[in-house]
């Protein structure tokens, strides 16, 4: 009976992933209204990000109690679908048609197909067990709370360059771009220059841009992504 309590608590955290993710969605068709004396676009990032907490929280918490499972796989999957797909894109969709793009604004709906498309490849390529091909989806979910946030500071920008963005973005998703993993084996300088490199970079951009300082942090994530040996995918 322990056991089996122990094998579901990686499940239950990747469940908190998928609720997080349904209220961000939930969050996003209100912008403009506030609830706790906060704009909705925060709770946004904030359900987003909690999503993001967790997604890591999942996996570490199976590796550290052994309790890895099929069930797990998908339902981890589902949840970023939800959580780092379709939130960010509702996300979008709505803020472009806040700032009056009309039925352009659902070119947003092409993240979550690029998205789940990104998952199901993710999930048959044993290519990508320690590192990936592309960009992983709740990378692009970080960069679309930070273009968002700086969209909200500034201004929303014409349709067609927010078109082309969403297309270049979601298409790095399924691209064949190595791109290494932020998870860490050890904490050895030398062998995790980049993964140190990308965390100290995303903490400066956050203290000097705010919350617009996530999309620069994935930016530099690609940057220093493309570089790698294109004859394996980067560790």
């Known amino acids: 009976m322990l056991r089996r309590i122990i094998s579901w608590i990686p499940n239950s955290i990747t469940c908190l992933n998928l609720l997080s993710g349904c209220a961000a969605t939930i969050c996003s068709f209100h912008l403009g209204e506030t609830m706790g004396g906060l704009e909705m676009a925060y709770w946004v990032y904030i359900f987003i990000g909690a999503a993001a907490l967790f ?3 999942d996996g570490a918490a199976a590796r550290l109690l052994k309790a890895y499972s099929l069930i797990g796989k998908e339902l981890d999957s589902l949840s970023d679908l939800v959580s780092f797909g379709i939130a960010p894109a509702m996300l979008v969709m709505n803020t472009m048609l806040a700032a009056g793009n009309g039925w352009l604004s659902y070119f947003a709906l092409f993240i979550p197909v690029m998205g789940a498309l990104r998952l199901a490849k993710f999930n048959v390529d ?14 692009n979910a970080i960069f679309w709370t930070g273009a968002v946030a700086w969209m909200n500071e500034h201004v929303v920008p014409t349709p067609w360059i927010t078109l082309i963005l969403i297309a270049a973005v979601s298409l790095l998703m399924v691209s064949e771009i190595p791109m290494f993993s932020l998870k860490f084996k050890n904490f050895a300088w030398r062998e995790n220059v980049r993964r140190y490199a990308v965390i100290i970079a995303a903490i400066l951009f956050v203290i000097f841009e705010g919350i617009p300082g996530l999309a620069w942090s994935i930016i530099f994530y690609l940057v220093i992504s493309i570089p790698a040996d294109r004859t394996k995918v980067a560790e």
Not at 126 to 139: C, K, N, V
């Open 126 to 139: 044993d290519r990508q067990t320690t590192s990936f091909i592309g960009l992983p989806i709740p990378a």
């Open 55 to 57: 997604d890591f929280c």
